[in-house]
């Protein structure tokens, strides 16, 4: 009997992943700009930490690696994408695939990265970051 629920979860579970993969909708620009203008989102993967960004009025945002170091940057929705460059890399936009879940967004880059999934979850506190060269 055990066997057997557990194979109907199973078949179940199967049968369910291509749905709720197919059923997430990718947010367009409005969308985004909705849920992120005026926050800050804590980025991970595989649930790790690894940076946070800051979104600001104009589509206008700041990344950290959680150094305490931010590169500032803009981003833009095209085909279906949202797309980011950074001081540091103007001209090698990235684009990603981001969709709404209940602890946050989920992110995708749309190129490349072998279907990695990443999660952003709103910060507690802004942004931290230090002064041009600070400490030197």
Known sequence: ???SLFHALT???A???PLSAAARQALDGPGFDALTRG??????QG???YGAEQYLPGRRVNWSFLDGRCLAGKWWEEAGNICFVYEDRPDEPLCWEFW???AGLMARLAEGDEGITYSARPAAEALYCMGPDAGV
């Open 11 to 13: 078949l179940s579970s």
């Open 100 to 102: 709404q879940e209940s």
């Open 1 to 3: 009997m055990l066997r």
């Open 39 to 44: 926050r800050t989102y804590i980025y991970s």
């Open 47 to 49: 649930g790790t930490d």
């Open 15 to 17: 049968l369910l992943a």
